[in-house]
Nanobody, 112 residues
């Protein structure tokens, strides 16, 4: 199976917004759990948000109320809408498909 591909990262000021996209593949995508992780320099990779095949979501406490994960099964794409960004959100953000496949990551930098 082909690894997912992330896009949408970049440099944003504190308080700003970004939307990340993850283009996945596979005929069974609609059954896959999808998730976003992030890894900051010198830190372990951590779960940011997950969405199940039936749309249930869960979030890290640090992003609750600011980030929203969603999916479009027709497009085989998962999104992460990030609002009210903080410098501590700076990290490489990775898409994970069905607990197995990882994307290459996209850099998010929050700085003035």
């Amino acid at each position: 199976q082909v690894q997912p591909v992330e896009s949408g990262g970049g440099l944003v000021q504190p308080g700003g917004s970004l939307r990340l996209s993850c283009a996945a593949s596979g005929s069974m995508f609609r059954f896959d759990a999808m998730a976003w992780y992030r890894q900051a320099p010198g830190k372990q990779r951590e779960l940011v948000a997950r969405i199940s095949n039936d749309g249930r979501t869960n979030y890290a406490d640090s992003v609750k109320g600011r980030f929203t994960i969603s999916r479009d099964n027709a497009k085989k794409t998962v999104y992460l809408q990030m609002n009210s960004l903080k410098p501590e959100d700076t990290a490489v953000y990775y898409c994970n498909q069905n607990f197995v496949l990882w994307g290459q990551g996209t850099q998010v930098t929050v700085s003035s």
